[in-house]
């Protein structure tokens, strides 16, 4: 079974229905021209619910590259699931998660970028007392997904044994 056809709607779903609420939460002023980053809430320990425009890549990288970087997310989404369609069967598990979970955070970036012409951020990891993380850049759950996967897929690969 391909993990990706129910995997990856899931994420999308997700993704798209916590950034409608956060634009819900934020208001009619998140259209305003250049509104910063807008507290909304204390989620648990010290991670905060902190709307911010992000017009670059995963973590606000590459900011400003909205236009070149939807074409970038459509490519590498699109391209992950035609793989996956046709080659699931020889993908091991593993690899197929990896894979989903990036096409997941590629296509839901891509899903704002197309919307908004950026992407709603809101995860803040801050008040650790660790300066590394306390000025840790504003990210989602579509970053989250291309960083897991990214990982996923440097882990050492098991080899069967037949």
């Given at each position: 079974?391909?993990?990706?056809?129910?995997?990856?709607?899931?994420?999308?779903?997700?993704?798209?229905?916590?950034?409608?609420?956060v634009l819900w939460a934020v208001g009619p002023r998140v259209f305003e021209g250049e509104v910063g980053a807008v507290f909304l809430s204390?989620?648990?320990?010290?991670?905060?619910?902190?709307?911010?425009?992000?017009?670059?890549?995963?973590?606000?990288?590459?900011?400003?590259?909205?236009?070149?970087?939807?074409?970038?997310?459509?490519?590498?989404?699109?391209?992950?699931?035609?793989?996956?369609?046709?080659?699931?069967?020889?993908?091991?598990?593993?690899?197929?998660?990896?894979?989903?979970?990036?096409?997941?955070?590629?296509?839901?970036?891509?899903?704002?970028?197309?919307?908004?012409?950026?992407?709603?951020?809101?995860?803040?990891?801050?008040?650790?007392?660790?300066?590394?993380?306390?000025?840790?850049?504003?990210?989602?759950?579509?970053?989250?997904?291309?960083?897991?996967?990214a990982f996923l897929l440097l882990l050492p690969q098991r080899k069967r044994r037949y």
């Open positions: 079974m391909n993990i990706a056809t129910w995997l990856v709607p899931a994420l999308l779903v997700a993704d798209q229905a916590i950034k409608l609420t204390n989620l648990f320990w010290v991670v905060d619910a902190t709307f911010v425009k992000n017009t670059g890549a995963a973590f606000g990288i590459f900011q400003g590259g909205a236009r070149i970087l939807v074409w970038i997310s459509l490519l590498i989404g699109l391209g992950i699931l035609a793989y996956l369609s046709l080659h699931h069967r020889r993908t091991p598990l593993s690899q197929q998660l990896a894979l989903s979970l990036i096409a997941a955070g590629a296509l839901g970036n891509a899903i704002d970028r197309l919307g908004h012409g950026w992407v709603v951020d809101y995860v803040d990891i801050n008040r650790t007392g660790l300066s590394i993380l306390d000025n840790f850049p504003i990210w989602n759950l579509a970053d989250a997904c291309v960083v897991v996967g």
